[in-house]
C-alpha cells in the first residue's frame, strides 16, 4: 500500500536550520508530483513547495521562497525540503504529499521554532 513517512522535524531556534525527509513507498515514486504543505495551529493548510517528477520544475510559497529548497531523489524514493533561516512563524506540522491520481498525505511531523 502507499506509504509517505515524514522525519527530521523538532525543536530548534530562530535562525536556524533543519532538514525534513519524506520517505515514499508502494508506488512508483519518480513518476509524480511531490509537495510540502504545513499546518499551524487554528490555520488552514497551506503549500510550502512542490517538485514535479524530475526536479526541473519546483515552486515555493512567498513565505519560504529563498530560504527553503525542496529537493527529490528518485533512486532513493525520497523527498526533501531543506529549512534555513527558519523563523517562529514557520512553526507548524509538516505534511509530505503525493499527487497521484488523488492526493495522498503522510501522517505530518511537527516543526516547533522558538524565539
Known sequence: QVQLVESG???????GSLKL???ASGFTFSWWRMSW????PGKERELV???NSNSDRTNYAD???GRFTISRD???NTL?????KLHPEDTAVYYC???????FWGQGIQVTVSS
Open 9 to 15: 522535524g523538532g525543536l530548534v531556534q530562530a535562525g
Open 21 to 23: 525527509s519524506c520517505t
Open 37 to 40: 504543505y504545513r499546518q499551524a
Open 49 to 51: 513547495a512542490d517538485i
Open 63 to 65: 513565505s519560504v521562497r
Open 74 to 76: 528518485n533512486t532513493k
Open 80 to 84: 526533501y525540503l531543506q529549512m534555513n
Open 97 to 103: 504529499c503525493a499527487h497521484l491520481r488523488e492526493p
